[in-house]
Structures are given as structure tokens and as C-alpha cells.
């Protein structure tokens, strides 16, 4: 069993719509998690950055963590056609993720319809 | 605009060949990952380094593949022999010293193989 798992998708909505991803991880000990978006045929960008549990949201994202059930979220709120992408869930259990090591999970594969 | 970038952009080349993937990180990055994307595992961190040290290459295969970083400005993974099984897209990422905000790691746009 991985790490971290996310259902590969593909999660098709219409444009405004919601788009509702979700993790889970069975490392209890990872401390920080973040959302990855890639689109095809291009290297991941880093979207949110969260510790613990908690929200946090910047502009249209919102990122959730609950450790105690040990399951990471991200909303995609009035979604465009511009967010069609797959998006990477990962945990690391250090601050400063540029310079530690990160677990990924298979990526979630969205597509939203004009 | 800084950016990790990776040569060559795709690679294809026969069963036990030798393969040289190279990276440029950052400048002022002190942290370069090496990553490997196939569809059925997903991205997997292959080895790490900091300050050219190597960290931790636990998930790279010992018996044919070796990363290196000759410099800061360049990173090397090498696969010999390689095989069909290998054929992915390798990723090189680089990270900022903490102290100077390294919450993120910047990948590069990947080198993509094809082992025939």
C-alpha cells in the first residue's frame, strides 16, 4: 500500500462547478502536506502548503488537512477550463519542503468542460 | 524567470545503452531531487542531494542507475544498463535554503525516456 492515495480520476465538471479532491495518507508522522498541479506534459507546481490540520485558502483554493482521520482535501472553487490538470497530493514530515524529501500521491487527473 | 532546467527533453534509445540525463537547478538552490513518473507508481523520489552531498538514494535501483553532481550547477543521473522497464519521465527539482524561504521545491520539465 502507498504512503499517500488519491483516485486517479478522471473527475469531469462543468465550468463554475466545484472541484472536490481528495487524499489520504497512512504516515501518521508527516507534518506538512501540499497540493501539486500539472499539466500535461509539464513538471508539477506547487499550489497550497499546509501544517497540520486545519484550512487555509488563497483566491479560488482551499486546502484541508485532518490528521486524525489522516485525509487531505482541496476545493477548486468557480473552476475553469484552466484548471484542467492532474493534481498531486504529498506529505513530508519536516518543515521546509524544499529540502526534504516528499511523498507523492498517484495524482488526480481533472478535467473541466466549457 | 529562473528555472530548473533538463536535458535531453526526450531520449529514446535501445536496451542496454547507457543513458545521461542532466540538470541545471536554480542558481542559489542548494537542494536537487531526482524523480521518476511512470503511470502505474505514480512520481517517486529516486535520490537527493544538499550542498552537492548526497542525502538519500534509497529509492534509486543501485545496480544501474547513479546520480551525481559534478558542480552546483549541474546534476547528472545515469542509467547503464538501461531497460525497457525504465522507460518514464525523470524529473529534476531544486529547493531554496530554508532561511530563505524553501517551502517548495521547483521541478524542471522533465526528460522523457523511452527504452526500447
Known amino acids: 500500500q502507498k504512503e499517500v492515495e488519491q483516485d486517479p480520476g478522471p473527475l469531469s465538471v462543468p465550468e463554475g462547478a466545484i472541484v472536490s479532491l481528495n487524499c489520504t495518507y497512512s504516515?501518521?508522522?508527516?507534518?506538512?502536506f501540499m497540493w501539486y498541479r500539472q499539466y500535461s506534459r509539464k513538471g508539477p507546481e506547487l499550489l497550497m502548503y499546509?501544517?497540520?490540520?486545519g484550512n487555509k485558502e488563497d483566491g479560488r483554493f482551499t486546502a484541508q488537512v485532518d490528521k486524525s482521520s489522516k485525509y487531505i482535501s482541496l476545493f477548486i472553487r468557480d473552476s475553469q477550463p484552466s484548471d484542467s490538470a492532474t493534481y498531486l497530493c504529498?506529505?513530508?514530515?519536516?518543515?521546509?519542503?524544499?529540502?526534504?524529501?516528499?511523498?507523492f500521491g498517484g495524482g488526480t487527473r481533472v478535467l473541466v468542460k466549457p | 524567470d529562473a528555472r530548473v532546467t533538463q536535458t535531453p527533453r526526450h531520449k529514446v534509445t535501445e536496451m542496454g545503452q547507457e543513458v545521461t540525463m542532466r540538470c541545471q537547478p536554480i542558481?542559489?538552490?542548494?537542494?536537487v531531487f531526482w524523480y521518476r513518473q511512470t503511470m502505474m507508481q505514480g512520481l517517486e523520489l529516486l535520490a537527493y542531494?544538499?550542498?552537492?552531498?548526497?542525502?538519500?538514494d534509497s529509492g534509486m535501483p543501485k545496480d544501474r542507475f547513479s546520480a551525481e553532481m559534478p558542480d552546483a550547477t549541474l546534476a547528472t543521473l545515469k542509467i547503464q544498463p538501461s531497460e525497457p522497464r525504465d522507460s518514464a519521465v525523470y524529473f529534476c527539482?531544486?529547493?531554496?535554503?530554508?532561511?530563505?524561504?524553501?517551502?517548495?521545491?521547483?521541478f524542471g520539465p522533465g526528460t522523457r525516456l523511452t527504452v526500447l
Open positions: 542558481l542559489g538552490h542548494n537542494t
Open positions: 504516515n501518521s508522522a508527516f507534518q506538512y
Open positions: 542531494f544538499r550542498n552537492r552531498a548526497p542525502l538519500d
Open positions: 504529498a506529505g513530508t514530515l519536516w518543515r521546509g519542503a524544499a529540502g526534504n524529501k516528499l511523498t
Open positions: 527539482a531544486s529547493g531554496p535554503p530554508l532561511h530563505r524561504g524553501g517551502d517548495t521545491q521547483y
Open positions: 499546509t501544517y497540520s490540520s
